[in-house]
Each structure stands twice: as structure tokens, then as C-alpha cells.
């Protein structure tokens, strides 16, 4: 959903320039802006196919757009009621890492600004705890290995954003996985290493709790 709100700014469209006024506030966009802007591509997945999953990533953010969501769900999958869990989510997957890391690796992300590449230049490793997130380093200083575009830091990943953007999150973190954990779709999965690590884990995670084989 980051990337959707990015690909808007950058777009300048009038829903755009809003979310833009947000991202330098390091506020979170109103719920209902959010929805407008996942509406359109929700509803195109779920033309595209039925038989899939669709992963949200950074939605939903709070109680409210969760319940948005299962209406925008009712509506995509055309299905009157939610499934008999009381929600039309399949799975909710809380990624946990403690904030001190989480801080220090934001510190250190740089996305190309060509072809949206993600790097890191911050480098954590504490063996004792099993904890080894390394740094993601282009080839070339500040250059995308994959384009050759230039690497910069996103305006929302400087420190006091990431700060203030935290004390959001774990404001309305709580109501959500509240709202989700009577439910039955909620686990949790700690990101506490690398990226080759981490990803695998996490579609591991993903394919036991809907019960489909791993890849
Ligand atoms: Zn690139």
C-alpha cells in the first residue's frame, strides 16, 4: 500500500497531493483517503481472478479500515457475507522486531528512485540472540545495481518520522490485532535476520496458516 500511495504522489493526481501533505507530516493519510485510493485496485484484482490470494501490505492500519476493508471485500469478492469466521480475511501476520533494530534499519534504507530497488546500509549483528540482519549494499555507492538509478532515503525514513510514525502504529496496532485475534487469523513471526532468511519464512508461515503446500 506504500508503494500504491508513492506510485499517487508521484502521479499528482488531487488524492495524491493529499497523502504527499501526510508522508512529510510523518501523519497517517485519513482512513477514508486510503480506501478511495485501494478501491480501484482491489476491485481490478479481484476481476482478474477469484481463485488467488491478495497480500495488503500496510493496510489495514486501524479498526476502522478494517472494517472498510471487509465491505470493500464484500463488494470485490461479490459474496454477500462474511465467512464464517466473521471476516473475510483469511490471515493477519504480525511481523515483530524489536524497535531499537527496527530504528537502526530504517536509519539505513535507501530505495532507488528508478526502479524502486530496496538496500540497506546499516549492519546488526548480535550472534548471542541469533540476531544477523547485514546490510544490503549496492555494487557502487549510492548507484542501483539492477538500473543505474540514483539511491536516495525515503522522506518518511528519517529518524523523528520513524519515531512519531511508531507511536501510531503501536497506538492503533493493538486495537486492530484486537479486532482480528477473536477471529482466529492472527499469528505472529519474528523478522529478526536477513532478507533471504526472513522472506521464506514469512511464505512459509503464509502457506501453513491457509494450509497450501509450500512453493
Ligand atoms: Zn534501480
Redesign the pocket.
Known sequence: VGDLMRAEIAAGTRLGSELRAHAEAGTLAPNDVITSLLRPHLLQAARRSTSTYLVLDGYPRNKAQAQQLELLLVEALGRPNAAPTGTNVDLVLELQLRTDLLLRKAAGRQV??????GYNTVHIEESLRGIHMPAILPSQPGV??????T?ASRVDDHPDIVARRLIDYHRVAGSILDWYRPKGVVRQLGVEASTDVCGPRIIEAVCRALCLPSP
Request: charged content about 15%; proline content about 0%; aromatic content about 0%.
Open positions: 532507488c528512485t528508478g526502479c524502486g530497488r542501483c545495481d539492477q538500473c543505474g538509478g539511491l
